[in-house]
């Protein structure tokens, strides 16, 4: 059973910084386009990050230069490291799946209606 498990949000001070932790199960996470969506109140949910299995990555421009994607392959878990953070990052963060045959991440973020699973999302919050 594929699942997707996320840790590492919780409430941090302008400027700080956390680390968000997707460990995946029923599955190899290398063998798939990987990300980071989130969801703010009241908004769409959004493409923050994303790998490729190729290891192309690509980043949402209101992030870049201040969130890093990576995974370990060894550990089977894809991380999401966020400096900088500001309080519109405030969101529930989502890690995602999208299945090979959809070469996702090779050219752009895919968008939430393309993903085949979805972890359960943890809470980040960014409030001085």
């Known amino acids: 059973q594929l699942q997707l498990v996320e840790s590492g949000g919780g409430l941090v001070q302008p400027g700080g910084s956390l680390r968000l932790s997707c460990a995946a199960s029923?599955?190899?996470?290398?063998?798939?386009?990987i990300g980071w969506f989130r969801q703010a109140p009241g908004k769409e949910r959004e493409g923050v990050s994303c790998?490729?299995?190729?290891?192309?990555?690509h980043y949402a421009e209101s992030v870049k230069g201040r969130f890093t994607i990576s995974r370990d392959n060894a550990k089977n878990t894809l991380y999401l490291q966020m400096n900088s953070l500001k309080p519109e990052d405030t969101a529930v963060y989502y890690c995602?799946?999208?299945?090979?045959?959809?070469?996702?991440?090779?050219?752009?973020?895919?968008?939430?209606?393309?993903?085949?699973?979805w972890g359960q999302g943890t809470q980040v919050t960014v409030s001085s």
């Open positions: 029923g599955f190899r996470l290398d063998y798939y386009a």
């Open positions: 995602a799946a999208l299945l090979p045959f959809r070469g996702a991440c090779v050219h752009s973020l895919p968008v939430p209606d393309g993903v085949d699973y």
């Open positions: 790998i490729s299995s190729g290891g192309s990555t």
